[in-house]
Nanobody, 111 residues
Framework: QVQVVESGGGLVQPGGSLRLSCAAS????????MAWYRQAPGKQRELVAT???????FYADSVLGRFTISRGNARNTVHLQMNSLKLEDTAVYYC?????WGQGTQVTVSS
């Protein structure tokens, strides 16, 4: 079994920054690919960013240039640095590791 735990959400003004963290544990061998998704009210869950086992990254067009996914010091931890936040970035952010979802962390961008 794999467990995934996210942290770091909160309330921020437009133009502000937040850093999300995700830790995966359990039946994981080696470094694995991980991803961030988000789901806004009334919308489908969408992919935000991914990082492969080798460190290659991918970003949705809507966050490219503003968000950065990176690996933490501990194995199978990842961070999502979110800068220049917009109102439309408001959502519950979920981390996924090998098909397992975390509980999500709320990000609210509001003035």
């Amino acid at each position: 079994q794999v467990q995934v735990v996210e942290s770091g959400g909160g309330l921020v003004q437009p133009g502000g920054s937040l850093r999300l963290s995700c830790a995966a544990s359990g039946s994981i061998f080696g470094v694995v690919a991980m991803a961030w998704y988000r789901q806004a009210p009334g919308k489908q869950r969408e992919l935000v960013a991914t990082i492969s086992s080798s460190g290659s990254t991918f970003y949705a067009d809507s966050v490219l240039g503003r968000f950065t996914i990176s690996r933490g010091n501990a194995r199978n931890t990842v961070h999502l640095q979110m800068n220049s936040l917009k109102l439309e970035d408001t959502a519950v952010y979920y981390c996924n590791c090998r098909g397992t979802w975390g509980q999500g962390t709320q990000v609210t961008v509001s003035s």
